[in-house]
């Protein structure tokens, strides 16, 4: 990531960059600050959220021993099995969404783990996420009536659960503070969707691709990233199932490939 020109990241699952003992260290060596840390809860499902908030204290626990990190702690509902099959369509099929009990629910549990992250000191944001029950623009709004949490606007999630990360960032700007940037093939996405397949099939087929070779209208969102005066982290993603050495380390030339985007597109 150093090596890229990135000066940030995000945790990854909690130890894959460090323990306690040695995160700081690991993160200090390469020049590399800790933006945010991606935290998966059962928000719709009480029973479980003792379990989940325990591990998010653990999540934040590092954030803690990186030290002088303003570190987001990204919260995203962990979803469903239903949710999981059936990618990209809630922007259509509001029938597989949450009924007005189990947004009460959720809204609950969000407000739980936004207080745990302040009470620790780290700003919460709340990521919408494909297969997950905040996925479609009409999900995405819901959340924000139901929270005060932040947002965060991720450019691939959005496009694949049906909405446009320009538009998007025009009307929620006063409640976004991160930002992922990713890229989207649509004739995947439409493959998925035919084909009835699920997230991880999504993920192995590249419906997540390096930036500018997408679907998604990235010079137009950053016109508006400009004009909204956006000040916080860009992140850029692009999630994918590696199924050999080969795969990961073509993951690592893409990066390169995006952080030369980034630079020639955006000026960034």
Request: hydrophobic share 40%.
């Amino acid at each position: 990531m150093a090596g890229a020109g990135y000066v940030g990241t995000e945790l990854g699952p909690p130890g894959y960059l460090g323990q306690r003992d040695n995160l700081r260290e690991r993160l200090e060596e390469y020049g590399l600050a800790l933006v945010g840390g991606y935290i998966p809860i059962r928000f719709s499902e009480p029973e479980h959220w003792a379990e989940d908030l325990a591990a998010m204290g653990a999540t934040l626990d590092l954030f803690a021993a990186a030290e002088g990190t303003e570190a987001k702690a990204v919260l995203a509902d962990a979803g469903s099995p239903e949710r999981a099959r059936f990618p990209g369509r809630a922007a259509s099929d509001q029938t597989i969404g949450l009924d007005t009990a189990g947004w009460r629910r959720l809204s609950e549990g969000v407000a739980r783990a936004a207080d745990l992250a302040r009470t620790r000191g780290f700003e919460p944001t709340f990521h919408h996420h494909t297969a997950t029950f905040v996925e479609a623009p009409w999900e995405i709004e819901r959340l924000l009536e139901l929270t005060d949490v932040g947002l965060l606007l991720d450019t691939g999630h959005l496009a694949l659960g049906g909405g446009d990360p320009t538009v998007a960032l025009r009307d929620w700007a006063e409640r976004i503070n991160h930002v992922h940037v990713k890229d989207v093939r649509n004739d995947v996405l439409a493959g998925v969707i035919a084909d009835r397949a699920d997230m991880p099939e999504a993920w192995r087929r590249g419906v997540f691709c390096e930036l500018g070779t997408g679907d998604v209208d990235l010079e137009s969102f950053f016109e508006e990233l400009v004009r909204s005066q956006y000040a916080g982290w860009l992140v850029v993603e692009q999630d994918m199932v590696p199924q050999s050495p080969r795969d990961a380390a073509d993951a690592e030339v893409s990066q390169i490939r995006n952080r030369a985007w980034l630079t020639e597109h955006a000026s960034l």
